[in-house]
């Protein structure tokens, strides 16, 4: 049995090192759903293209952006729907594809299972004396982490502790690929990237208390949905939850205050609700975020990044709160649906594209004082 009760400063320093790998996360790699030839255009050679993997002839470019209507299997069903989208049936591919997001069922905690042994996992302590989990080295792809260690409470969770980009390979050791995380309420603070690149995690529990969702936490975990992100979570950070596919209905709580750049990039299947408590959202926060609801109340926001919400095409009605004073360069642009702005009287500025292609726009007022860029409302 493989023991690692004890773990010297050595091992302890060299795995600190190693799990410092720069995570690549940005949206300009970013595939258009219906593209299923991966060409940059929506063409009849990806209606094609689908015809002939759903008759097992040739396969499709990609399998993601060819299930055009959400239903996890590439079929003809999707291949018609390219066509009519082509065809100009339809504003936007969801339309034509018959995506309906209302009702969506919000997913529960997973439940939690038998606990892993002790050496399951590398290990080492804390300046208060509790423990950090520094990797699971376990065979299960079910991994639930102990409450206790060593009689000792386990706090943290290290930068990549779970991730299949923490390279152990001189230590004969591997973090496998999982499909379901539990961790105790013990633990308080989360490390960046703990989660990344668990490309079939679909469960993932956090504990109750859990302040800050780290940077690239989850950062391309494909099937992530079954988690629920605690009432405790004060700020999301930077790539949290870029490129996580599955994810469909989540709630953001209350007394969450800051959503780092890219933080749900691309997640196009992604509902979000409540965000009027939000005050600073980042960069490509919530680009191609094709399903967010249809009525977006900003509240209480102060800031607002670039691209933060480009190309949210079943956003209609939008409310920005009084504390915004400038609305970023291509912030809304390609809203296709966007009908109705809610502009605050003290906006001071409107950038580049801000409301490019937001060709439905029936009513906006803009504040008389507001320096608007020439090209603000190009397309409209």
């Not at 097992?56 to 291949?79: H, R, T």
């Not at 002790?118 to 302590?125: I, Q």
């Not at 399903?291 to 109340?297: F, G, H, R, S, V």
């Amino acid at each position: 049995m493989r023991k690692y009760m004890k773990i010297s400063a050595l091992i302890l320093a060299m795995l600190m090192v190693m799990s410092s790998f720069a995570f690549t996360a940005g949206a300009s790699s970013f595939m258009e759903l219906g593209d299923a030839d991966c060409d940059g255009v929506i063409t009849v050679k990806d209606a094609t293209a689908i015809q002939k993997h759903a008759a097992a002839i040739a396969q499709v470019g990609d399998e993601y952006v060819a299930d055009v209507n959400y239903d996890d299997s590439v079929n003809v069903k999707d291949a018609s729907a390219v066509q009519k989208f082509v065809a100009g049936l339809g504003a936007t591919i969801e339309d034509v594809a018959g995506i309906d997001m209302t009702n969506i069922v919000f997913p529960e905690e997973p439940s939690k299972g038998t606990e892993n042994t002790v050496a399951d996992f590398l290990y080492g302590k804390n300046s208060d004396g509790t423990i950090n989990i520094i990797a699971y080295i376990g065979k299960s792809k079910d991994v639930t982490v102990p409450a206790k260690i060593d009689g000792k409470a386990v706090t943290t969770v290290a930068k990549c502790a779970f991730s299949t980009a923490l390279d152990m390979t001189s230590l004969g050791e591997e973090v496998p690929a999982l499909n379901s995380v539990w961790l105790p309420d013990s633990i308080t603070k989360i490390a960046d990237g703990a989660f990344a690149y668990q490309y079939n995690l679909t469960d993932l529990r956090l504990p109750a208390n859990l302040k800050e969702i780290p940077q690239c936490m989850a950062l391309d975990c494909h099937s992530l949905k079954n988690f629920v992100i605690p009432a405790s979570v004060e700020k999301i950070g930077y790539a949290a939850f870029e490129d996580c596919r599955k994810m469909t209905a989540y709630t953001i709580p209350e007394g969450c205050k800051t959503i780092g750049a890219q933080a749900f990039n691309r997640n196009d299947r992604l509902v979000v609700i409540n965000l009027d408590g939000v005050e600073t959202i980042g960069d490509w926060a919530f680009f191609e975020c094709n399903n967010l609801a249809p009525d977006m109340n900003l509240a209480s926001i102060k800031t607002l990044g670039t691209s933060s919400f480009q190309a949210c095409r079943s956003l209609e009605n939008l409310t920005i709160g009084e504390g915004c004073k400038s609305i970023p360069n291509s912030c809304f642009k390609n809203c296709y649906k966007l009908k109705n702005v809610d502009l605050p009287a003290g906006l001071a500025s409107i950038g580049n594209l801000a409301f490019k292609a937001c060709y439905r726009i029936e009513s906006i007022d803009v504040p008389a004082s507001c320096t608007v860029a020439a090209n603000a409302f190009d397309g409209k």
